[in-house]
């Protein structure tokens, strides 16, 4: 959350914008060591009103704060597998602006549903708020982007087709090699 608040200041015109906010959501600031408690809330301070943080949410709140917003900005630094948040946000049709590793770089196609900055760069993060602040029509075109997130009920089919094509294919190889030895 550093790393964001960082990038949110360095674009000094975002704190005097009022269509530009930043709203910070995440939990376990307290578990943190206090020198970076400290540093977070300070940086909070400084950007505000512009920046507000949230904390923790109630899952059940999520369609209303996805309806609040436009974007949803994911700057792990982690070489996470499939950060939940991305197909949260995908499923209210808000692109995603992450960093450029792991399932995150996989799971959001750059310029398409979303887009990248160079992962730990604070400045790579600020150009990229940026762009998505002042490209008129960008924000559009990237949520007509986003496909259609598999249902449970969807992907649970996909996968018994899968299974049975395979079976299918199985049951025709033993078959054709049961033939081969009769013959």
Known sequence: MIQITTAFSKKRYFLFRDNVTLRLHGANLEMQPKP???EFVELVAATS???TLLGRYDHRELPRLMAE???VVVPSIWWENSPLVIQEAFLHGRPVICGDIG???EKVRDGIDGLHFRAGDVDSLA???ARAAESDGLWERLRGGIQPLFSVQDAVAAHVDEYL???R???RV?????SHRDA
Do not use: C, H, Y
């Open 36 to 38: 970076f408690q400290n």
């Open 49 to 51: 009103p512009a920046v």
């Open 69 to 71: 917003i436009d974007w």
């Open 103 to 105: 399932g995150m770089k």
């Open 127 to 129: 150009r990229t708020l």
């Open 165 to 167: 094509a395979v079976l």
């Open 169 to 171: 294919r199985r049951v």
């Open 174 to 178: 033993a078959s054709a090699a049961e």
